[in-house]
């Protein structure tokens, strides 16, 4: 498995301001992965983060919104730019590991936009 | 997009009662994978399934890999109080994505 630290648990943030979403892996990893989980709904991928390269976003999802970075083999951040209500979510990144595409999954971070 | 069909949508038991999952699509797998997340929690991996008519066990949960490639089945046996949380399937995909079913939301009463 894997020991998946975000950064913050959780935060209450206005409409129009930018958070920014830690997230921490305890080991190198090639592939990191971005979800929004709306409230009682399943996981939806917002994008996929390789080291050296541009993050590739799902349909439905831009990086003007969603802005990653990706410096290096075990960190990644996601911003959730011009928040508005509708961007309270839980954020949750993940890793790929072992060679049958099982993913772990950090602790989530819990957006409230007021 | 694909889509997952997962149901039940959610379960009330009694503590001790076994439960029975399943998820089928329209489209063939090679991968299904099932996740548990609890209140304020990430999903944690259960049980990965690789082979069709693999059928794997973890402690009390059985899963099994659909034969046709289009569905798969979890079960918990004699179900207890912790047991109580989301249940997800996920797919594996090309690109390397998974996606999710819609999860069965567990309850046990004790």
């Known amino acids: 498995s894997a020991v998946i630290s975000q950064k913050p648990s959780r935060d209450i943030c206005q409409r129009g301001t930018s958070l920014t979403i830690q997230c921490q892996v305890d080991?190198?990893?090639?592939?990191m992965f971005w979800y929004r989980q709306q409230p009682g709904q399943s996981l939806t991928l917002i994008a996929t983060?390789?080291?050296?390269?541009?993050?590739?976003?799902e349909s439905g999802f831009v990086i003007d919104k969603f802005p990653i970075s990706r410096p290096n083999l075990t960190f990644s951040t996601l911003t959730v730019s011009n928040m508005s209500p509708e961007d309270s979510s839980i954020y949750l990144c993940?890793?790929?590991?072992?060679?049958?595409?099982?993913?772990?999954f950090g602790p989530g971070t819990r957006l409230t936009v007021t | 997009g694909q889509q997952l069909n997962q149901s039940p949508q959610s379960m009330f038991i009694q503590e001790g009662e076994d439960v029975s999952m399943n998820c089928t699509s329209s489209?063939?797998?090679?991968?299904w994978l099932w996740y548990k997340q609890d209140p304020g929690e990430g999903p944690v991996l259960l049980i990965a399934l690789y082979k069709a008519g693999e059928l794997t066990s973890n402690g009390r949960l059985t899963a099994q890999f659909g034969i046709t490639r289009k569905d798969s089945f979890l079960n918990i046996s004699a179900s207890i109080p912790s047991d109580v949380g989301i249940y997800f399937c996920?797919?594996?995909?090309?690109?390397?994505?998974?996606?999710f079913g819609g999860g069965t939301r567990l309850m046990v009463k004790p």
């Open positions: 489209s063939i797998f090679n991968t």
């Open positions: 080991s190198q990893v090639t592939m």
């Open positions: 996920a797919v594996h995909n090309a690109g390397n994505m998974l996606t």
């Open positions: 983060a390789n080291q050296g390269s541009e993050a590739t976003y």
């Open positions: 993940s890793v790929e590991r072992g060679g049958g595409h099982e993913q772990y």
